[in-house]
Every structure is written in C-alpha cells, then in structure tokens.
C-alpha cells in the first residue's frame, strides 16, 4: 500500500519560511515523479510544483517562482518543498503527490497517489 505523509505546515507570519516534508513507502518511490499542489479555502486544488524521477527537472506554478523549491532524496524516499517569502495568499492545505510517470506534470491527473495534507498558514 503506498502512502505519503506530509510534516512541516504551520503558522508563520508574512515574509517568513517554511519547509515541508513528504515521506513515501510501498511503492519504488525512486522510479516516479512527485509534485505538490495546494487547496485555499472555497478554491479548486491548484499545482504548486513538480520534481521529475531523479530531481532533473523542475517546473513551478507561476505563483510562487522564485520563492519556493522542491527537492528529492531518492534513498530516503522523501522530498521536500522550501517556501521562502510567504504571503497570505499561500495559505492553504498542502498536498504531496506521487505520478505514475518519470516527468513532470502540472496537470494532477498522473498524480494517482496523494497524502493527506498539511495546513500551512501566512498571517499578514
């Protein structure tokens, strides 16, 4: 049974940092791409970012470009999103996904295993 678990959300205040953190098991997580996606209140799930099989390529929602970073450690079976030059607009449950391609996708369609989430909050 695959499963993703998500730690690292919390309340932060804008301009801070946060760094969330997306453990996998039961599956051979290395072969895989994995991307984050976001859900705000009253707002359709949206893409955050996206990490291909072996950390080569990356894309990101146009939204937070520059201010966060997905990374993988394939041995430890867990990637990680660094969110730097958080908004109040960020806020928003946070979810860790695993596609069943190599490459990175935006669309969440690939992504057919998810985690349960974790809130992350920017107080203005």
């Known amino acids: 049974q695959v499963q993703l678990v998500e730690s690292g959300g919390g309340l932060v205040q804008a301009g801070g940092s946060l760094r969330l953190s997306c453990a996998a098991s039961g599956r051979t997580f290395m072969n895989y791409a994995m991307g984050w996606f976001r859900q705000a209140p009253g707002k359709d799930r949206e893409f955050v970012t996206a990490?291909?099989?072996?950390?080569?390529?990356?894309t990101y929602a146009d939204s937070v470009k520059g201010r966060f970073t997905i990374s993988r450690d394939n041995p430890r079976n867990t990637i990680s999103l660094q969110m730097n030059s958080l908004k109040p607009e960020d806020t928003a449950v946070y979810y860790c996904?695993?596609?069943?391609?190599?490459?990175?996708?935006?669309?969440?369609?690939?992504?057919?295993?998810w985690g349960q989430g974790t809130q992350v909050t920017v107080s203005s």
């Open positions: 996904a695993s596609s069943i391609y190599r490459g990175v996708s935006t669309d969440s369609a690939p992504y057919r295993y």
């Open positions: 990490i291909s099989w072996n950390g080569g390529t990356t």
